[in-house]
Every structure is written in structure tokens, then in C-alpha cells.
């Protein structure tokens, strides 16, 4: 069995695993008719990871960021040591997955971005009231049912004794958010690959994951649709907490005919959040999903703000370094403004 279930997929594309340019943004329908902000910063994401193997395993690989009207993805890199073929297709979700074959030994996989994102806050915006359910669009009713983690059907009584008395919308979500970043502990290396939201509000203590689970597990309770999402989250604006850096789980609820980003474990607004992969939960936004025995032998993930006028910060042939960051303190830095 796989470590992780990938989406159905449609037909194949083989492409290149060396550089290539992003496609332009095509119109995001997701985020509603509201303009696109400006997207006046640079950040340069990526990793690269060691897996060792003794047969052949398939691997399924979710790291290109998406293209909507706040981020723009201007450049991509994914490698492989051994090299090898490479397919690329859409997933039900709109995540872009790609199919590869590790080879026995070890196999080395490095993908690297430059995306640009916006300097104001997520939602700032602002929101609009919940969509009544016989009003949602129908592809987004499935973001209003329980899922593999998000067993929303267990959470029904808490929820409404909980969060019963909030006014429905963005109220009741912030209230939500508030509740699980106040009483779950956040506690390093405490993820499982069975946890469900349920199974964190008994425990008490997660990872981001499991914050992301069950925050949109209790907005599913009240038919607000609500997606799972991974991605990278920068220090922009924001004092470096020194811990390595990860990929990070947050989660999306549908208000006002367009969709907001909410993170009950770090439960305020944050600058240059670039995503990755959405879906009903960790298993539409696993970044490796391997179909056999695979072992890690490295783990590593940047994210970091850099100057679009530097040459020697502003490219993916450099290596990584993080002295030429331009975030990791609460100042906010916009290269050409004073």
C-alpha cells in the first residue's frame, strides 16, 4: 500500500525535469472578481530530499506551486539524481502531480522556485457573509462533507456546544481558529499518518496538520466548505522562530463567494504564503506519496524573501543561502520602497 493515497489522475504528460519557465497565471474562479494585489516581493522555495530504496518504487511528487491571483510562480527547477522520466498531470483538485520511478540506492530529488507574492496581509480584503449550501457551486459541496481526516460527522455535538452561539461566517471561523490554537498543543514530531480531527481534539497536541484538520473539520460541522492546504509560509514580517524549515498545513473557507486563508496554528495574518496543493485533506496535499518501501536519508526545505534586483539572490542556479534573506524579523522589507 501506498504511505499516502494520490488523486485520480487524468492523462499523462511526460515533460522535462530540468528548468523551465512557469506558465502565465490563467483567471483563478476561485478567488472571485476581486482585482489581483500587487505582487511586489520575491521568495525563493524549495527542497530537496534523499530516499533510499532497494526495488523500483513508484513516487508521486506534489511540489510545484499554483498559480493564483496572489502568487505567481516565475520560475521552476525539479531534479532528479538518478535522472529519469518524468510525468505531469492535474489532479481532481487542480494540484499539479508528478509521476516518477525511484531506482534502487539512493535518489535525490531537488525542486526550487522563484515565485512572487504580495506585501500586504492575507484577507486583507476583507469578507463576505457564508453562501447558503443550495447556493454553493457544486464542485465545492464535496468541501462541505467528511472526509478521510476530517470526520466532521464525530464533531457535531462539540462543535455546536463549542462555537453554537457565534454568528455564522468569518466570526465563527476566527472563534474556531481561536479555540484550537489556545487548546491544542502544538508539539514537534507528535504527527501520525491515522490522526484525524477527532482523534486531535481527544489527544490534545499535534503538528500543523492536525491544526489545519481539525479547524476545517469544525467549519465543515456547520456547512461552511472548507479545503486543506499545503504550502510554504516565509518569516516576512514575521521574528524567526530558528527552527529548520518545513513545508506547512493550513486550511481555506469559502466565504462571500471567494475563498480565505485561516491558520490556527500560528492564528494571525501572515505576508507571502505560497501554495502548493489543495484538497479535502492531507491526502490530496501529501508532497511525496510513495507506493512501496522507501526510506528518507535527508530532509531539507527553504523559503525565504529575496532581492528581485540581486542577481547572486534572485535565481535558482545559486545555491541556497540565507544570508541573503530579506525576511526573519518583524520589518517588513519592499525592495524600491522607502
Known amino acids: 500500500m501506498p504511505t499516502a493515497t494520490a488523486a485520480p489522475a487524468t492523462e499523462p504528460q511526460l515533460v522535462s525535469p530540468t528548468e523551465k519557465a512557469a506558465s502565465p497565471a490563467s483567471p483563478a474562479t476561485n478567488f472571485g472578481p476581486n482585482a489581483a494585489p500587487e505582487l511586489d516581493l520575491l521568495v525563493r522555495a524549495g527542497c530537496e530530499f534523499v530516499y533510499y530504496t532497494a526495488f523500483p518504487t513508484p513516487l508521486f511528487l506534489t511540489l510545484t506551486p499554483r498559480q493564483t491571483l496572489f502568487q505567481h510562480l516565475e520560475v521552476e527547477s525539479q531534479k532528479f539524481d538518478p535522472p529519469q522520466a518524468v510525468y505531469e498531470y492535474e489532479d ?192 490530496d496535499g501529501a508532497f511525496a506519496t510513495v507506493y512501496g518501501q522507501a526510506s528518507w536519508r535527508k530532509f531539507e526545505v527553504w523559503s525565504y524573501q529575496v532581492d528581485p534586483a540581486d542577481p547572486t539572490a534572485a535565481t535558482i542556479e545559486a545555491p541556497v543561502d540565507l544570508s541573503k534573506r530579506l525576511c526573519g524579523t518583524p520589518r517588513l522589507i519592499v525592495p524600491g520602497r522607502k
Not at 185 to 190: I, M, N, V
Not at 214 to 235: E, I, K, M, Q, S
Request: some cysteine; proline content about 7%.
Open 92 to 283: 481532481a483538485h487542480g494540484n499539479i502531480i508528478h509521476r516518477v520511478r525511484l531506482q534502487p540506492g539512493l535518489n535525490t530529488i531537488r525542486h526550487d522556485s522563484l515565485v512572487r507574492v504580495p506585501s500586504v496581509p492575507e484577507n486583507v480584503e476583507g469578507f463576505g457573509p457564508p453562501v447558503p449550501v443550495e447556493e454553493l457551486p457544486d464542485h465545492l459541496l464535496r468541501y462541505t462533507l467528511p472526509s478521510r481526516y476530517c470526520d466532521s460527522d464525530k464533531l457535531l455535538d462539540f462543535a455546536f456546544e463549542k462555537f453554537g452561539q457565534v454568528p455564522h461566517g468569518r466570526e465563527r471561523v476566527q472563534a474556531i481558529c481561536d479555540w484550537v490554537h489556545h487548546n491544542i498543543e502544538y508539539r514537534t514530531f507528535s504527527g501520525s499518518p491515522t490522526k484525524s480531527a477527532a482523534d486531535t481534539v481527544a489527544d490534545g497536541f499535534g503538528v500543523c496538520r492536525d491544526f489545519a484538520h481539525t479547524a476545517l473539520t469544525l467549519c465543515r460541522t456547520f456547512n461552511l466548505p472548507a479545503r486543506y492546504v499545503t504550502g510554504y509560509v516565509a518569516d516576512i514580517a514575521f521574528q524567526d522562530s530558528g527552527t529548520p524549515m518545513d513545508f506547512h498545513a493550513y486550511f481555506e473557507v469559502y466565504l462571500g463567494h471567494r475563498w480565505h486563508t485561516f491558520d490556527a496554528r500560528f492564528n494571525v495574518p501572515r505576508i507571502g504564503r505560497i501554495k502548493i496543493a489543495h484538497g479535502l485533506d492531507a491526502v
